[in-house]
């Protein structure tokens, strides 16, 4: 699978850049297929996913550190400002709000859930 960074749109778009980025669609895309422009639930993340024909684990998962993730995974950040959601994808982090990454943005609490492709992306 290949990954292409979307930045979040605005503040209270984290969610959707990541559905964008693991769908292809756009950020804006997402919102308006979504009914939202804010902050997404992990409901929405997941229905939105499946829908899109992703499988998507039903298991929260606390992760440590990096070496605890699966290739591909979307992530809620209790970061200093937010909860916040993120993307890995084979050993880099694609934040919507701070880049393309090597390791997790600052977070107290780190927490995935397990994500696989369909076969046709």
């Known amino acids: 699978m290949q990954i292409e960074y979307i930045h979040e749109p605005t ?6 850049a990541v559905l964008a980025m693991l769908t292809g ?10 009914g939202n422009e ?3 639930t992990l409901r929405e ?7 899109a024909g992703f ?5 929260r998962v606390l992760a ?8 591909l995974c979307i992530l809620s950040l209790e970061t200093p400002r937010c909860w916040h959601w993120s993307l890995y ?13 090597e390791d997790f943005p600052e977070a107290k609490r780190k927490y995935y859930w397990k994500i696989e ?5």
Not at 25 to 34: G, I, P, R, S
Not at 89 to 101: K, L, N, S, V
Request: negative net charge; hydrophobic residues 25%; contains cysteine.
């Open 11 to 16: 503040d209270l778009q984290c969610g959707q």
């Open 25 to 34: 669609e756009t950020a804006e895309e997402v919102a308006v297929k979504l």
């Open 38 to 40: 804010r902050e997404t």
């Open 45 to 51: 993340m997941k229905d939105y996913l499946r829908g």
């Open 55 to 59: 499988s998507v684990s039903d298991e």
């Open 64 to 71: 440590g550190d990096r070496s605890d993730l699966p290739e």
């Open 89 to 101: 994808h084979a050993g880099t982090f694609y934040d919507p709000e701070h880049g393309i990454m």
């Open 117 to 121: 492709a369909p076969q046709d992306r």
